[in-house]
């Protein structure tokens, strides 16, 4: 069965740092694109950053460019989003999706939810 | 501004049929790309509903369907149910701005 469980949402205050974990089982997690997908609370579905199976390619929603930085650990079955200079507007629950590019999230975790206020 | 536009909302009485339209644009739907749809039951995580257009993940009911035409695709739900209430969302590629959705579609069964 595929698991996804995301870990390491939490209230942080704007400017400060995050990061996202999520790990992935019941599948070979070396053979897939991985994304992030975000939900800000009443609002609709945002994609944030995929990245490709061997780490070569990763790409990100202009909102977030150069502040996020979408990793992965094949070994470890894991993906990460290091999260910095958080602002309001990045509230939201964060969701681990495998799936992206050109291909669909066919398996989403639970959420995180990030919670960025003074 | 969401780059793919969907209703905010459609309802239909049990049994009835409705449709929820995506309007993309040339660099994305109309540019080719596939067509996926995907539906969230309130307080849980987006469940893969259509890929490529028109086909179904294992386990999802004949009764939901999608097609795609030119710049825009369409999820058809046929014999609405109570548990069929949810929000929907459909999901591209876009060439100039990578995976995108639409703003989501509340279905309400009256």
């Known amino acids: 069965e595929v698991q996804l469980v995301e870990s390491g949402g939490n209230l942080v205050q704007p400017g400060g740092s995050l990061r996202l974990s999520c790990a992935a089982s019941g599948f070979t997690f070396s053979t897939y694109w991985m994304s992030w997908v975000r939900q800000a609370p009443g609002k609709g579905l945002e994609w944030v950053a995929n990245i490709k199976q061997d780490g070569s390619e990763k790409s990100y929603v202009d909102s977030v460019k150069g502040r996020f930085t979408i990793s992965r650990d094949n070994a470890k079955n894991s993906l990460y989003l290091q999260m910095n200079s958080l602002r309001a507007e990045d509230t939201a629950v964060y969701y681990c999706a495998r799936g992206g590019g050109r291909s669909p999230f066919d398996y989403w975790g639970q959420g995180t939810l990030v919670t960025v206020s003074s | ?110």
């Open chain 2, 1 to 110: 501004q969401s780059v793919l536009t969907q209703p905010p909302s459609v309802s239909g009485a049990p049994g009835q049929r409705v449709t929820i339209s995506c309007t993309g644009g040339s660099s994305n739907i109309g540019a080719g790309y596939d067509v996926h749809w995907y539906q969230q039951l309130p307080g849980t995580a987006p469940k893969l509903l259509i890929f490529g257009n028109t086909n179904r993940p294992s386990g999802v009911p004949d009764r939901f369907s999608g097609s795609k035409s030119g710049t825009s695709a369409s999820l058809a739900i046929t014999g609405l149910q109570v548990e069929d209430e949810a929000d929907y969302y459909c999901q591209s590629y876009d060439r100039l701005s990578g995976s995108v959705f639409g703003g989501g579609t509340k279905l309400t069964v009256l």
